[in-house]
Nanobody, 122 residues
């Protein structure tokens, strides 16, 4: 059973920084893309950043230039460095792993972490 475990959330003042980590546990063969989504109260979940196994990245316009996603393929771990945080970044941040291959002949699956709260005070 593959699980995603997030860490690094918390409360920070506007302009501050946080680093989120998402580690995988369980046996797997490969992961296509890993990313971070967020959901603020009363809003839909939205993509924050995504990175493929080849290192291609994608960012939401609202975080470009402030957030950096990185990945350690050997550890199947993804990170999100968040700088210049704003109150509007306040949300629960969810880790996502897409296209997870568990067995050589089986299908690929998507997994979600349980979420970590990021709160930015003004």
């Amino acid at each position: 059973q593959v699980q995603l475990v997030e860490s690094g959330g918390g409360l920070v003042q506007a302009g501050g920084s946080l680093r989120l980590s998402c580690a995988t546990s369980g046996r797997l063969i490969s992961i296509n893309a890993m990313g971070w989504y967020r959901q603020a109260p009363g809003k839909q979940r939205e993509l924050v950043a995504r990175i493929t196994s080849g290192g291609t990245t994608q960012y939401a316009d609202s975080v470009k230039g402030r957030f950096t996603i990185s990945r350690d393929n050997a550890k199947n771990t993804v990170y999100l460095q968040m700088n210049s945080l704003k109150p509007e970044d306040t949300a629960v941040y969810y880790c996502n792993a897409r296209g997870v291959v568990v067995t050589a002949t089986g299908p690929a699956y998507d997994y979600w972490g349980q979420g970590t709260q990021v709160s930015v005070s003004s």
